[in-house]
Protein backbone atom coordinates (compact mmCIF):
# COMPACT_ATOMS: atom_id res chain seq x y z
CA UNK A 1 0.00 0.00 0.00
CA UNK A 2 1.43 3.38 -1.12
CA UNK A 3 0.94 6.71 0.47
CA UNK A 4 0.31 10.00 -0.91
CA UNK A 5 -1.00 13.55 0.54
CA UNK A 6 -3.26 13.94 -2.08
CA UNK A 7 -5.61 11.63 -4.58
CA UNK A 8 -7.08 12.59 -7.92
CA UNK A 9 -9.56 10.73 -9.81
CA UNK A 10 -9.65 11.81 -13.12
CA UNK A 11 -6.84 12.82 -15.53
CA UNK A 12 -8.89 15.30 -17.72
CA UNK A 13 -8.43 19.25 -17.78
CA UNK A 14 -9.93 19.44 -13.91
CA UNK A 15 -7.38 16.34 -12.78
CA UNK A 16 -4.42 17.97 -14.19
CA UNK A 17 -5.30 21.47 -13.82
CA UNK A 18 -5.63 20.56 -10.00
CA UNK A 19 -2.15 18.57 -9.81
CA UNK A 20 -0.64 21.91 -11.72
CA UNK A 21 -1.84 24.06 -9.01
CA UNK A 22 -0.96 22.04 -6.11
CA UNK A 23 2.60 21.56 -6.90
CA UNK A 24 2.65 25.29 -7.81
CA UNK A 25 1.68 25.50 -3.79
CA UNK A 26 4.36 23.49 -2.85
CA UNK A 27 2.26 20.21 -2.56
CA UNK A 28 4.27 17.76 -4.50
CA UNK A 29 2.90 14.37 -3.15
CA UNK A 30 0.06 13.99 -5.57
CA UNK A 31 -0.88 10.99 -7.20
CA UNK A 32 -3.98 11.22 -10.14
CA UNK A 33 -5.88 8.24 -11.20
CA UNK A 34 -7.13 7.94 -14.93
CA UNK A 35 -9.21 4.88 -15.99
CA UNK A 36 -8.42 5.40 -20.08
CA UNK A 37 -4.78 4.87 -21.50
CA UNK A 38 -4.18 8.58 -21.32
CA UNK A 39 -4.64 12.01 -20.20
CA UNK A 40 -7.73 14.16 -21.70
CA UNK A 41 -11.01 13.47 -20.41
CA UNK A 42 -13.60 14.30 -22.41
CA UNK A 43 -11.65 16.36 -24.86
CA UNK A 44 -9.89 12.94 -25.15
CA UNK A 45 -13.19 10.99 -25.55
CA UNK A 46 -15.28 13.38 -27.28
CA UNK A 47 -13.76 13.03 -31.18
CA UNK A 48 -17.29 12.96 -33.51
CA UNK A 49 -17.00 15.00 -36.87
CA UNK A 50 -17.40 19.22 -35.70
CA UNK A 51 -16.65 18.45 -32.01
CA UNK A 52 -16.16 22.01 -30.87
CA UNK A 53 -15.83 24.36 -27.34
CA UNK A 54 -18.55 26.64 -27.12
CA UNK A 55 -16.34 28.96 -24.81
CA UNK A 56 -13.86 31.08 -26.20
CA UNK A 57 -10.27 29.38 -26.26
CA UNK A 58 -9.07 32.55 -24.15
CA UNK A 59 -11.30 31.53 -21.38
CA UNK A 60 -11.37 27.97 -22.07
CA UNK A 61 -7.91 27.59 -20.79
CA UNK A 62 -6.26 27.79 -17.51
CA UNK A 63 -4.55 31.34 -16.50
CA UNK A 64 -1.52 30.15 -15.42
CA UNK A 65 -1.00 28.18 -18.25
CA UNK A 66 -2.17 30.52 -21.51
CA UNK A 67 -1.96 29.20 -25.33
CA UNK A 68 -0.81 32.17 -27.65
CA UNK A 69 -1.17 29.53 -30.04
CA UNK A 70 -4.90 28.58 -30.58
CA UNK A 71 -5.80 28.79 -33.86
CA UNK A 72 -9.21 29.56 -33.91
CA UNK A 73 -11.67 31.83 -31.73
CA UNK A 74 -13.40 28.37 -30.09
CA UNK A 75 -10.94 26.01 -29.95
CA UNK A 76 -12.18 22.22 -32.02
CA UNK A 77 -11.61 18.37 -29.92
CA UNK A 78 -7.79 18.06 -31.18
CA UNK A 79 -6.87 21.23 -30.28
CA UNK A 80 -7.59 21.32 -26.78
CA UNK A 81 -6.44 17.97 -26.12
CA UNK A 82 -3.27 18.86 -27.80
CA UNK A 83 -3.43 21.65 -25.00
CA UNK A 84 -3.83 19.22 -22.45
CA UNK A 85 -1.19 17.09 -23.37
CA UNK A 86 0.90 19.95 -23.47
CA UNK A 87 0.30 20.95 -19.93
CA UNK A 88 1.29 17.77 -18.91
CA UNK A 89 4.39 17.77 -20.50
CA UNK A 90 5.25 21.46 -19.77
CA UNK A 91 4.75 21.10 -16.10
CA UNK A 92 6.43 17.74 -15.85
CA UNK A 93 3.35 15.64 -14.47
CA UNK A 94 3.72 13.19 -16.17
CA UNK A 95 5.29 10.92 -12.91
CA UNK A 96 2.15 12.02 -11.19
CA UNK A 97 -0.20 10.06 -13.61
CA UNK A 98 -1.28 6.14 -13.23
CA UNK A 99 -3.11 6.26 -16.74
CA UNK A 100 -5.32 2.62 -16.90
CA UNK A 101 -5.89 2.80 -13.80
CA UNK A 102 -9.58 2.77 -12.16
CA UNK A 103 -10.43 3.35 -8.88
CA UNK A 104 -13.02 0.93 -7.39
CA UNK A 105 -13.46 1.99 -3.40
CA UNK A 106 -12.85 4.73 -1.92
CA UNK A 107 -13.14 4.81 1.82
CA UNK A 108 -12.58 7.44 4.52
CA UNK A 109 -11.00 5.52 7.66
CA UNK A 110 -11.43 8.00 10.91
CA UNK A 111 -8.49 5.99 12.92
CA UNK A 112 -5.97 6.89 10.11
CA UNK A 113 -7.49 10.21 9.31
CA UNK A 114 -7.15 8.49 5.40
CA UNK A 115 -8.75 7.81 2.94
CA UNK A 116 -8.44 4.16 1.71
CA UNK A 117 -8.48 3.55 -1.38
CA UNK A 118 -8.53 0.70 -4.21
CA UNK A 119 -7.55 0.71 -7.65
CA UNK A 120 -7.62 -1.57 -10.47
CA UNK A 121 -3.61 -1.51 -10.12
CA UNK A 122 -2.84 -1.57 -6.50
CA UNK A 123 -4.39 0.56 -3.22
CA UNK A 124 -3.04 3.30 -1.83
CA UNK A 125 -3.91 5.80 1.06
CA UNK A 126 -4.25 9.79 0.61
CA UNK A 127 -4.47 12.95 3.14
CA UNK A 128 -7.15 14.41 0.44
CA UNK A 129 -9.33 12.63 -2.14
CA UNK A 130 -10.19 14.86 -4.71
CA UNK A 131 -12.92 13.97 -7.27
CA UNK A 132 -12.34 15.19 -10.70
CA UNK A 133 -14.20 12.76 -12.93
CA UNK A 134 -16.23 15.86 -14.30
CA UNK A 135 -20.11 15.39 -15.55
CA UNK A 136 -18.85 14.98 -18.84
CA UNK A 137 -17.25 11.18 -18.88
CA UNK A 138 -20.07 8.68 -18.88
CA UNK A 139 -22.89 9.21 -21.68
CA UNK A 140 -26.32 8.42 -21.19
CA UNK A 141 -27.65 5.53 -23.14
CA UNK A 142 -31.52 6.05 -23.14
CA UNK A 143 -34.30 3.76 -22.40
CA UNK A 144 -35.92 3.17 -25.69
CA UNK A 145 -37.76 0.17 -26.40
CA UNK A 146 -36.12 -2.26 -28.30
CA UNK A 147 -32.72 -0.83 -28.98
CA UNK A 148 -30.88 -4.38 -27.92
CA UNK A 149 -32.49 -5.43 -31.63
CA UNK A 150 -31.11 -2.79 -33.80
CA UNK A 151 -29.49 -4.57 -36.39
CA UNK A 152 -27.18 -1.76 -38.06
CA UNK A 153 -24.47 0.14 -36.55
CA UNK A 154 -25.21 1.67 -32.81
CA UNK A 155 -23.01 4.18 -31.06
CA UNK A 156 -23.19 6.85 -28.87
CA UNK A 157 -21.40 10.52 -30.00
CA UNK A 158 -18.92 10.64 -27.43
CA UNK A 159 -18.06 6.96 -28.62
CA UNK A 160 -17.67 7.47 -31.55
CA UNK A 161 -16.44 4.69 -34.19
CA UNK A 162 -14.93 5.77 -36.55
CA UNK A 163 -13.92 2.49 -38.53
CA UNK A 164 -17.62 2.56 -39.73
CA UNK A 165 -18.23 4.73 -42.82
CA UNK A 166 -21.12 6.36 -43.08
CA UNK A 167 -20.59 7.35 -46.79
CA UNK A 168 -23.78 5.84 -48.68
CA UNK A 169 -25.78 5.23 -45.04
CA UNK A 170 -29.22 5.71 -43.76
CA UNK A 171 -28.71 7.52 -39.97
CA UNK A 172 -30.76 7.80 -37.43
CA UNK A 173 -29.84 10.76 -34.87
CA UNK A 174 -31.32 10.70 -31.63
CA UNK A 175 -30.92 13.86 -29.77
CA UNK A 176 -30.98 17.41 -30.74
CA UNK A 177 -28.25 18.64 -28.21
CA UNK A 178 -24.79 20.77 -28.24
CA UNK A 179 -23.24 17.25 -29.75
CA UNK A 180 -25.81 16.45 -32.72
CA UNK A 181 -25.56 20.14 -33.28
CA UNK A 182 -22.19 19.83 -34.10
CA UNK A 183 -21.75 16.61 -35.85
CA UNK A 184 -24.86 16.96 -37.60
CA UNK A 185 -24.19 19.07 -40.26
CA UNK A 186 -20.48 16.65 -40.88
CA UNK A 187 -22.42 13.68 -41.30
CA UNK A 188 -25.01 14.95 -43.49
CA UNK A 189 -22.09 15.21 -46.64
CA UNK A 190 -21.35 11.66 -46.29
CA UNK A 191 -24.64 10.14 -45.55
CA UNK A 192 -27.38 9.09 -48.12
CA UNK A 193 -29.84 9.90 -45.77
CA UNK A 194 -30.01 11.69 -42.19
CA UNK A 195 -33.36 11.24 -39.90
CA UNK A 196 -33.13 13.77 -36.51
CA UNK A 197 -35.41 12.88 -33.89
CA UNK A 198 -36.21 15.69 -31.88
CA UNK A 199 -37.77 15.80 -28.54
CA UNK A 200 -37.58 19.07 -27.58
CA UNK A 201 -36.71 22.30 -29.89
CA UNK A 202 -34.03 24.04 -28.89
CA UNK A 203 -32.21 27.65 -28.90
CA UNK A 204 -29.50 28.31 -31.05
CA UNK A 205 -27.27 31.38 -31.58
CA UNK A 206 -24.88 32.09 -34.11
CA UNK A 207 -21.34 31.43 -33.27
CA UNK A 208 -18.85 34.17 -33.42
CA UNK A 209 -16.07 31.40 -34.51
CA UNK A 210 -13.11 32.86 -36.76
CA UNK A 211 -9.17 31.96 -37.18
CA UNK A 212 -7.31 34.09 -34.81
CA UNK A 213 -4.67 35.68 -37.23
CA UNK A 214 -1.36 34.99 -37.41
CA UNK A 215 -0.44 38.67 -36.32
CA UNK A 216 -3.16 37.84 -33.29
CA UNK A 217 -0.44 34.61 -32.33
CA UNK A 218 2.32 36.47 -32.72
CA UNK A 219 1.33 39.64 -30.26
CA UNK A 220 0.22 36.98 -27.95
CA UNK A 221 3.68 35.36 -27.59
CA UNK A 222 5.34 38.82 -27.35
CA UNK A 223 3.47 40.77 -25.61
CA UNK A 224 0.98 37.52 -23.47
CA UNK A 225 -0.47 41.01 -21.61
CA UNK A 226 -2.48 41.37 -24.92
CA UNK A 227 -3.69 38.07 -24.29
CA UNK A 228 -4.62 38.56 -20.50
CA UNK A 229 -6.68 41.36 -21.34
CA UNK A 230 -8.54 39.39 -24.21
CA UNK A 231 -9.74 37.19 -21.90
CA UNK A 232 -10.46 39.43 -19.32
CA UNK A 233 -12.33 41.07 -21.74
CA UNK A 234 -14.09 37.85 -22.79
CA UNK A 235 -15.08 36.78 -18.85
CA UNK A 236 -16.86 39.64 -17.92
CA UNK A 237 -18.82 39.94 -21.27
CA UNK A 238 -20.09 36.60 -20.48
CA UNK A 239 -21.11 37.88 -16.65
CA UNK A 240 -23.63 39.89 -18.45
CA UNK A 241 -25.20 36.65 -20.36
CA UNK A 242 -25.16 35.13 -16.35
CA UNK A 243 -26.96 38.36 -15.22
CA UNK A 244 -29.51 37.98 -18.20
CA UNK A 245 -29.32 34.25 -17.12
CA UNK A 246 -30.29 35.05 -13.19
CA UNK A 247 -33.40 37.62 -14.55
CA UNK A 248 -35.27 36.15 -17.09
CA UNK A 249 -36.61 39.55 -18.30
CA UNK A 250 -33.25 40.28 -19.54
CA UNK A 251 -33.18 37.21 -22.28
CA UNK A 252 -35.82 39.01 -24.31
CA UNK A 253 -32.68 40.61 -26.23
CA UNK A 254 -30.41 37.08 -26.69
CA UNK A 255 -33.80 35.69 -27.26
CA UNK A 256 -34.71 37.33 -30.46
CA UNK A 257 -31.23 36.97 -31.97
CA UNK A 258 -31.50 33.47 -31.89
CA UNK A 259 -35.14 33.54 -33.52
CA UNK A 260 -33.54 36.06 -36.13
CA UNK A 261 -31.03 33.42 -36.55
CA UNK A 262 -33.68 30.77 -37.17
CA UNK A 263 -36.13 32.70 -39.30
CA UNK A 264 -32.68 33.80 -41.16
CA UNK A 265 -31.90 29.99 -42.01
CA UNK A 266 -34.74 28.27 -42.46
CA UNK A 267 -37.45 29.34 -44.73
CA UNK A 268 -39.98 26.77 -44.30
CA UNK A 269 -42.80 28.01 -41.95
CA UNK A 270 -43.79 24.29 -41.03
CA UNK A 271 -39.92 23.56 -40.36
CA UNK A 272 -39.35 27.07 -38.69
CA UNK A 273 -42.46 26.47 -36.41
CA UNK A 274 -40.82 22.45 -35.39
CA UNK A 275 -38.01 24.07 -34.46
CA UNK A 276 -39.25 27.06 -32.44
CA UNK A 277 -38.81 26.44 -28.75
CA UNK A 278 -41.56 26.72 -26.15
CA UNK A 279 -39.18 28.29 -23.24
CA UNK A 280 -37.08 30.69 -22.50
CA UNK A 281 -33.41 30.93 -23.87
CA UNK A 282 -31.00 29.58 -21.45
CA UNK A 283 -33.18 27.00 -19.60
CA UNK A 284 -31.80 24.41 -21.41
CA UNK A 285 -27.90 24.59 -22.21
CA UNK A 286 -27.63 27.50 -24.88
CA UNK A 287 -26.58 26.07 -28.42
CA UNK A 288 -23.80 27.96 -30.88
CA UNK A 289 -23.97 26.75 -34.31
CA UNK A 290 -23.99 28.91 -37.89
CA UNK A 291 -24.82 25.57 -39.91
CA UNK A 292 -26.90 23.44 -38.18
CA UNK A 293 -30.17 24.92 -39.50
CA UNK A 294 -28.58 25.14 -42.88
CA UNK A 295 -28.10 21.09 -42.48
CA UNK A 296 -31.35 20.54 -41.34
CA UNK A 297 -32.29 22.20 -44.49
CA UNK A 298 -30.77 20.30 -47.26
CA UNK A 299 -32.67 17.85 -49.32
CA UNK A 300 -30.84 14.42 -47.68
CA UNK A 301 -31.98 15.44 -43.89
CA UNK A 302 -35.19 14.98 -42.04
CA UNK A 303 -36.12 16.38 -38.85
CA UNK A 304 -39.15 14.27 -36.99
CA UNK A 305 -40.44 16.61 -34.42
CA UNK A 306 -41.06 13.67 -32.38
CA UNK A 307 -39.04 11.37 -29.85
CA UNK A 308 -38.21 8.11 -30.86
CA UNK A 309 -39.96 5.45 -28.65
CA UNK A 310 -39.39 1.94 -30.24
CA UNK A 311 -36.44 1.01 -32.47
CA UNK A 312 -36.94 -1.82 -34.47
CA UNK A 313 -34.22 -4.26 -36.65
CA UNK A 314 -33.95 -1.92 -39.42
CA UNK A 315 -35.74 1.27 -38.48
CA UNK A 316 -36.80 3.67 -35.59
CA UNK A 317 -40.44 4.60 -34.70
CA UNK A 318 -41.37 8.09 -33.53
CA UNK A 319 -44.50 9.23 -31.10
CA UNK A 320 -46.06 10.26 -34.91
CA UNK A 321 -46.76 6.71 -35.24
CA UNK A 322 -44.15 6.35 -38.71
CA UNK A 323 -41.13 4.12 -38.81
CA UNK A 324 -38.29 5.23 -40.44
CA UNK A 325 -35.70 3.15 -42.20
CA UNK A 326 -32.17 3.49 -40.81
CA UNK A 327 -28.80 1.39 -41.09
CA UNK A 328 -26.89 3.28 -38.63
CA UNK A 329 -28.18 4.95 -34.96
CA UNK A 330 -26.30 7.55 -33.53
CA UNK A 331 -27.27 8.46 -29.73
CA UNK A 332 -26.64 12.29 -29.41
CA UNK A 333 -28.05 11.49 -25.71
CA UNK A 334 -25.61 13.84 -23.76
CA UNK A 335 -24.23 12.60 -20.51
CA UNK A 336 -25.32 11.35 -16.94
CA UNK A 337 -24.84 15.19 -15.45
CA UNK A 338 -26.25 14.88 -11.81
CA UNK A 339 -25.90 10.78 -11.12
CA UNK A 340 -22.28 10.55 -11.43
CA UNK A 341 -21.00 7.04 -11.10
CA UNK A 342 -17.83 7.26 -9.02
CA UNK A 343 -20.56 8.64 -6.34
CA UNK A 344 -21.44 4.71 -5.81
CA UNK A 345 -17.91 4.21 -5.07
CA UNK A 346 -16.56 7.22 -2.04
CA UNK A 347 -17.47 6.12 0.94
CA UNK A 348 -17.85 8.69 3.66
CA UNK A 349 -17.88 8.61 7.64
CA UNK A 350 -21.07 6.14 8.58
CA UNK A 351 -19.37 4.13 5.09
CA UNK A 352 -22.45 5.55 3.33
CA UNK A 353 -21.46 6.08 -0.45
CA UNK A 354 -22.11 9.67 -1.69
CA UNK A 355 -24.88 8.13 -3.98
CA UNK A 356 -26.74 6.99 -0.85
CA UNK A 357 -26.21 10.25 1.09
CA UNK A 358 -27.61 12.13 -2.13
CA UNK A 359 -30.35 9.83 -2.97
CA UNK A 360 -30.77 11.19 -6.82
CA UNK A 361 -30.02 14.94 -4.92
CA UNK A 362 -26.10 15.55 -5.56
CA UNK A 363 -25.75 18.13 -2.45
CA UNK A 364 -22.60 19.87 -1.22
CA UNK A 365 -20.93 23.11 0.09
CA UNK A 366 -20.19 25.87 -2.41
CA UNK A 367 -20.04 22.85 -5.27
CA UNK A 368 -16.75 21.38 -3.58
CA UNK A 369 -16.95 19.90 -0.38
CA UNK A 370 -20.03 17.19 1.14
CA UNK A 371 -20.72 17.00 5.00
CA UNK A 372 -19.41 13.44 6.66
CA UNK A 373 -17.00 12.92 3.72
CA UNK A 374 -13.97 14.24 5.28
CA UNK A 375 -10.81 15.82 3.01
CA UNK A 376 -12.74 14.68 -0.19
CA UNK A 377 -13.10 17.98 -2.63
CA UNK A 378 -15.20 17.49 -5.75
CA UNK A 379 -14.23 19.37 -8.74
CA UNK A 380 -17.24 20.93 -11.13
CA UNK A 381 -19.49 19.51 -7.94
CA UNK A 382 -23.17 19.98 -7.00
CA UNK A 383 -24.44 23.55 -7.73
CA UNK A 384 -21.33 24.93 -8.98
CA UNK A 385 -21.68 25.31 -12.77
CA UNK A 386 -23.28 27.92 -14.72
CA UNK A 387 -24.88 28.64 -18.40
CA UNK A 388 -22.58 31.49 -19.67
CA UNK A 389 -18.88 31.11 -18.13
CA UNK A 390 -15.74 28.84 -18.38
CA UNK A 391 -15.21 25.75 -16.58
CA UNK A 392 -11.53 26.27 -15.81
CA UNK A 393 -12.58 29.14 -14.05
CA UNK A 394 -14.49 27.11 -11.96
CA UNK A 395 -11.70 24.48 -11.73
CA UNK A 396 -9.46 27.33 -10.49
CA UNK A 397 -11.51 28.63 -8.07
CA UNK A 398 -12.30 25.19 -6.22
CA UNK A 399 -8.83 24.01 -6.61
CA UNK A 400 -7.32 27.12 -4.85
CA UNK A 401 -9.99 26.46 -1.97
CA UNK A 402 -8.52 22.64 -1.55
CA UNK A 403 -4.96 24.34 -1.49
CA UNK A 404 -5.94 26.84 0.81
CA UNK A 405 -7.84 24.01 3.33
CA UNK A 406 -4.70 21.77 3.58
CA UNK A 407 -2.49 24.59 4.02
CA UNK A 408 -4.99 25.86 6.93
CA UNK A 409 -5.07 22.22 8.08
CA UNK A 410 -1.44 21.56 8.28
CA UNK A 411 -0.42 24.95 10.11
CA UNK A 412 -3.13 24.53 12.79
CA UNK A 413 -2.25 20.91 13.30
CA UNK A 414 -5.40 19.19 12.07
CA UNK A 415 -5.87 16.31 10.04
CA UNK A 416 -8.93 16.37 8.21
CA UNK A 417 -12.26 18.86 7.83
CA UNK A 418 -15.60 18.09 7.65
CA UNK A 419 -18.14 20.81 6.59
CA UNK A 420 -20.64 21.29 9.02
CA UNK A 421 -24.07 19.43 8.10
CA UNK A 422 -25.89 22.51 9.00
CA UNK A 423 -23.35 25.02 6.99
CA UNK A 424 -23.77 22.73 4.05
CA UNK A 425 -28.15 23.18 4.69
CA UNK A 426 -28.45 26.36 5.12
CA UNK A 427 -26.05 27.21 1.94
CA UNK A 428 -28.14 24.69 0.12
CA UNK A 429 -31.69 26.45 1.27
CA UNK A 430 -30.23 29.69 -0.08
CA UNK A 431 -29.06 28.33 -3.32
CA UNK A 432 -32.49 27.00 -4.29
CA UNK A 433 -34.34 29.73 -2.89
CA UNK A 434 -32.19 32.27 -5.38
CA UNK A 435 -32.82 29.34 -8.26
CA UNK A 436 -36.53 30.07 -8.35
CA UNK A 437 -36.28 33.36 -10.16
CA UNK A 438 -33.99 32.17 -12.43
CA UNK A 439 -34.06 30.99 -16.46
CA UNK A 440 -32.70 27.60 -14.85
CA UNK A 441 -36.23 26.98 -12.71
CA UNK A 442 -38.70 29.18 -13.95
CA UNK A 443 -38.04 29.08 -18.06
CA UNK A 444 -40.76 26.28 -18.94
CA UNK A 445 -38.75 23.34 -19.96
CA UNK A 446 -37.42 20.52 -18.69
CA UNK A 447 -33.18 20.14 -18.63
CA UNK A 448 -30.13 18.17 -17.15
CA UNK A 449 -29.89 20.74 -14.70
CA UNK A 450 -32.29 18.90 -13.50
CA UNK A 451 -32.24 15.62 -10.99
CA UNK A 452 -34.44 12.75 -11.20
CA UNK A 453 -36.27 14.07 -8.22
CA UNK A 454 -36.90 17.63 -10.12
CA UNK A 455 -34.40 19.39 -7.84
CA UNK A 456 -32.19 22.02 -9.54
CA UNK A 457 -28.36 20.34 -8.12
CA UNK A 458 -26.22 21.83 -11.08
CA UNK A 459 -26.53 25.80 -11.30
CA UNK A 460 -25.04 27.99 -8.66
CA UNK A 461 -27.60 30.98 -9.16
CA UNK A 462 -24.64 33.94 -8.51
CA UNK A 463 -22.14 34.89 -10.49
CA UNK A 464 -18.51 34.14 -10.87
CA UNK A 465 -17.43 36.85 -9.12
CA UNK A 466 -19.34 35.88 -5.97
CA UNK A 467 -18.38 32.10 -6.32
CA UNK A 468 -14.86 33.04 -6.52
CA UNK A 469 -15.16 35.44 -3.10
CA UNK A 470 -16.86 32.49 -1.40
CA UNK A 471 -13.97 30.12 -2.13
CA UNK A 472 -11.09 32.45 -1.62
CA UNK A 473 -10.64 31.19 2.28
CA UNK A 474 -11.28 28.15 4.02
CA UNK A 475 -13.82 29.38 7.24
CA UNK A 476 -12.81 26.93 10.06
CA UNK A 477 -15.31 27.79 12.21
CA UNK A 478 -17.86 25.96 9.53
CA UNK A 479 -16.29 22.68 9.90
CA UNK A 480 -15.33 20.01 12.07
CA UNK A 481 -11.81 19.98 12.46
CA UNK A 482 -10.57 16.58 13.80
CA UNK A 483 -6.37 16.43 14.98
CA UNK A 484 -3.71 14.41 13.56
CA UNK A 485 -3.91 10.92 15.31
Given at each position: ??????????????????????????????????????????????????????????????????????????????????????????????????????????????????????????????????????????????????????????????????????????????????????????????????????????????????????????????????????????????????????????????????????????????????????????????????????????ANVELVPHPAVEIRPQAVLAADGIERCADALILGTGFTITDLPIAARIHGLDSRTLAETWRGSPQGYLGTTVSGFPNLFMVLGPNVGNGHSSATVLMEMQVNYLIQTLQALKRDGFASADVQLQTQERFNAEVQRRLQ?????????????????????????????????????????????????
Amino acid sequence: RRDVEVAIIGGGLSGIGATVMLRRAGIDDVVVFERAEQPGGTWRDNTYPGCACDVPSPLYSFSFAPNPDWERLYARQPEIQAYTRAIVERHGIEGHLRTGTDVLRASWESRLQRWLITTTRGNWTARALVSATGPWSEPVIPDIQGLDSFEGKVFHSSRWDHAHDLRGAHVAVVGTGASAVQFVPQIRRKAARVTVFQRTAQWVLPKPDRQITTLERSLFRRLPITQRLVRETIYYASELAGFAERHPWAMAGFQRIAYSHLRRNVSDPELRRSLTPQHTLGCKRILFSNDWYQALTQANVELVPHPAVEIRPQAVLAADGIERCADALILGTGFTITDLPIAARIHGLDSRTLAETWRGSPQGYLGTTVSGFPNLFMVLGPNVGNGHSSATVLMEMQVNYLIQTLQALKRDGFASADVQLQTQERFNAEVQRRLQRTVWNSGGCTSYYLDVNGRNSTIFPGSTLELRRRLRRFDPDAHVLTSTP
